[in-house]
């Protein structure tokens, strides 16, 4: 049984198949982060997914990372979204836009104010990133305040009620990947020690507070977000507590209905089972280390709703017929992930422009 292609309820939308193109960072929006002139094109392209969740989008200047990535905080922002979010509808698809505060894996030269990155604690990733004036060390952050902490929830929940005026079918909150909010989850990140630091309860404090303001803001069932346990990302450690901090993460995370949890799954089985056990809601694996052909295994089961994946959803916007057909699948070029114009970005060619013109 196949149940990859069967149609799936996701919060207030219906979609065509379970199949979902995970967030992939292209770093092409525009100087003050307005999705670029392309990003409608692109996401249209890949508008047979089931569900798109759309590249890493800062809710707030400060929560900038890379030179390049999208933001949603500004009218131009919201103009630029709707663009994209329009295409995608008009084409039949649904996307979510992932609210992405990069934290501490910033540098002042990405971002428009030039300033400090932010992060739980003053603790530098040791680290390099790229900007406009080369390959630079990460700088070590500045803590944020407690007032700084509920300005940047409040940025959360302010983002994610302009991604719904730009038309978007709900948000992915990004608490994976070595980004702020997993930070926070994370031992040697988080150094605090005022009610956001310390045990797991208070590490997993932040994460909680963004759900609750963004599903306040936009309802839960267009809310969903993103979990990596494990992840060294950005030098990230959670610690021997790892699965007990995703036992309780997950745990209080179902007290909420939301559209889904999106787990980035390397490798930990046991972990999976047990969080999928926690979570009665719809679960999107993304599986880094399963071959495209076993994608619906874990749907088959019941381990998982829907499956997500990455690189082969940029360099095949028609992915889903060519799974379904068997067809051989274009292979994605590394030198054009990031950056640049059209190429390796709208040009990678769909099935039918590789046939011979008498087929």
Known sequence: ?????????????????????????????????TPGTLAAEYYAQRASFGLIVAEGTQPSADGQGYHGSPGLHTAEHVAGWSAVTHAVHDAGGHIFIQLMHAGRIAHPDNTPHHRQPVAPSAIAPAEKMFTQGGLKD??????????????????????ATLAIEAGADGVEIHAANGYLIQQFLSVNANQRQDGYGGGIAQRARFALEVVEAVSAAIGADRTGIRLSPGSRFGNIDEGAERDPLYHHLVSELAKHPLAYLHLAHSGDDTLLTELRRR????????????????????????????????????ANPDLVARLRSGAALNEADPATFYGGDAHGYTDYPFMQTLLPASA
């Open 1 to 33: 049984m196949n149940r990859l292609w069967n149609p799936i309820e996701l919060g207030r939308v219906r979609l065509s198949n379970r199949l979902a193109m995970a967030p992939l960072t292209r770093s092409r929006a525009h100087a003050d982060g």
């Open 138 to 159: 990460i700088p070590s952050p500045r803590a944020l305040s407690r007032a700084q902490i509920q300005d940047t929830v409040d940025d959360h929940a302010r983002a």
């Open 279 to 314: 979570w009665p809601g719809t679960l999107i694996l993304n599986r880094i280390d399963r071959p495209l052909q076993a994608l619906a295994a874990d749907i088959d089961t019941g381990l998982a709703d829907m499956a997500s994946v990455g690189r082969w959803a940029l």
